[in-house]
């Protein structure tokens, strides 16, 4: 048999599933022809086939050797290279689109390696190319427009969700994303994000319905006064700010009154996750579950309160929730509003972040009003409050939220202090601006609001939470985001000795910043609009010795509230659970 008989015996059984005949048949072949770039190429599909991606990357690399224009092998090395030697993938993945403009594969991976290496704008741009290559690849437009929202791009970012949604009504994610991407934009109302959570809630109840409910009846025994089942579904039960609020919780739990369970849907476990296991009575990794047989797992427990931390963020289990698996079932921490589930009971939060007057807009989920704030938190890490004498210096204002948070408005606000306070600096640190690109792009939008580039530091970011924390001892007033707040960097900063400055808004996203304040008393950092807002910065830049006072009170002024008191915010959710379970073992 020939060579050619063999290459092509090989792309037959290829073709029908018989790796064993294909690498038979392609053993012979490179035997006769060891640098034949196709026999090399199919090879390696079959060794990655089979579990052996050092073989499938020792054959394509010899077949780039023997065919270095070949695009089809130059995608297939860096897309095997992607997860350990990503640099290399980015050269191959590279000339694969140099050698085929219109390769949209090609494009796609490049894009999702670039993003994972923090170049924005470059996966952007690899999106785009892959977009005009083959427009119907919804989930690299989805990607775009995360790209895009966590580049500050706001009405971009909600087009192109508008655009998957619409495109693919059943693709859950470009939901997800949506929703969250509503939150940041300045231009919707409250009204229109919770009617598009609501709207979004009732046509999963009936895709959920239409398969067959869970919810005929629950065996949990309604005995009022028993050690309830709760159990805490989350993708975050590892090293990212919800940990800094559930830990405390799951530790200070009251055993006699809760048996608590945690469904960890986490990818990787670290040493955080760990720490949150060690917390639990029973803890359940789900990563790689189907929403079913998580629902069937969460109901063969016997769950009697199922809480979400999640909302619509990434990795949620939301579709479990819709099924129904408990009886009681409740939305606390991870998301800023309702999610839109009529199946989910409540949503705890708090009269500051939520006031009772807007109770008839809250769509879904009944809100459950904790008396001394929905949140407690620990920091992570004891970095000392070391700031430098003011005298030696110019203030510096600074953010280090999510860069998605901020808007055009947000840095017309920004603007507007620097320019009141002519000698201050201004610090904004985010993930966001590891990317040149972006970081470029907001010194270029500060410059269009007359901000010259020598009063900014624009960073990414920094190796671990004790360089996080420590940044905080390089500013002395924090500049709150608008309409969503930061949450976890107002209480870091707050631990730093830094001050916030909030603007108090229409809805939950932002309103915490005025409620963690009014929590602790500080009714003066909280500002009305956006003059007082700039008011308030300005006076405070203006007032050394009351910075001075904040750095070297505020701490302590946190250790001694209700908001770092973990015993005292378990008895109040406690308390919360079992009133509402009486309530559900009377009905």
Known sequence: MSGDDDLQQAKDALARGDGQTAVAALNRYLHDQPDGPEGLYLMALCANAAGRPDVATDCLGRARTAAPDNPDIAFSLGSLLTATQPQQALSHLRDAVRLRPGFAPAWTNLGNLLAGMGLLEEAAQAYEHALAADPDLIEVESNLGVIRQSQGHHD??????????????????????????????????????????????????????????????????????????????????????????????????????????CYADVARLDAMSEKIRAATDHW?????????????????????????????????????????????????????????????????????????????????????????????YRPPVDVPVVKPPLSDRPIRFGSFNNFAKVNETVLDVWAAILKNCSSAGLLVKARSLNDPETRRSLADAFALRGIEADRLSLRGTVPGLAEHFAAYNEIDIALDTFPYNGTTTTFDALWMGTPVITLRGDRHAARVGASILTHLDLPELIAEDQESYIASAAGLAGEPTQCA?????????????????????????????????????RA
């Not at 800094?244 to 006699?256: K, M, N, V, W």
């Not at 500051?352 to 109770?359: H, L, Q, S, Y």
């Not at 509230?561 to 309530?583: C, M, Q, V």
């Open 156 to 261: 971009e970012a909600l087009r192109h969700h508008d655009r998957v949604v619409t495109q693919r009504p059943d693709f859950r994610t470009g939901h997800d994303n949506r929703l969250m991407s509503m939150h940041y934009n300045d231009r919707l109302t409250s009204d229109e994000i919770q009617a598009a959570h609501r709207e979004w809630g009732k046509a999963l109840s009936m895709q959920v319905g239409q398969r067959g409910a869970y919810s005929a009846g629950f065996a949990n025994s309604r005995n009022a006064d028993r050690v309830l089942r709760v159990g805490y579904v989350s993708p975050d039960f590892r090293q990212h700010p919800v940990a800094s609020f559930i830990l405390p919780l799951l530790e200070a739990h009251d055993r006699r009154q809760v048996d608590v369970w």
């Open 284 to 376: 359940v990794h789900t990563s790689g579950w189907t929403d079913d047989a998580l629902t069937e797992r969460i109901l063969a427990d016997g769950i009697d309160i199922l809480v979400d931390l999640a909302g619509h963020t990434s990795g949620n289990r939301l579709p479990v929730f819709a099924r129904r698996a408990a009886p009681i079932q409740m939305t606390w921490l991870g998301y800023p509003g309702i999610t839109g589930l009529v199946e989910m009971d409540f949503r705890l939060t708090d009269a500051i972040a939520d006031p009772p007057m807007r109770d008839a807009d809250t769509g879904s989920e009944q809100l459950v009003r904790l008396p001394e704030g929905f949140l407690c």
């Open 549 to 585: 006072d904040y750095a070297a009170g505020l701490r302590e002024r946190l250790q001694a509230s209700p908001l770092l008191d973990a015993g005292r915010f378990a008895r109040t959710i406690e308390k919360t659970y079992r009133d509402k379970w009486n309530f559900w073992c």
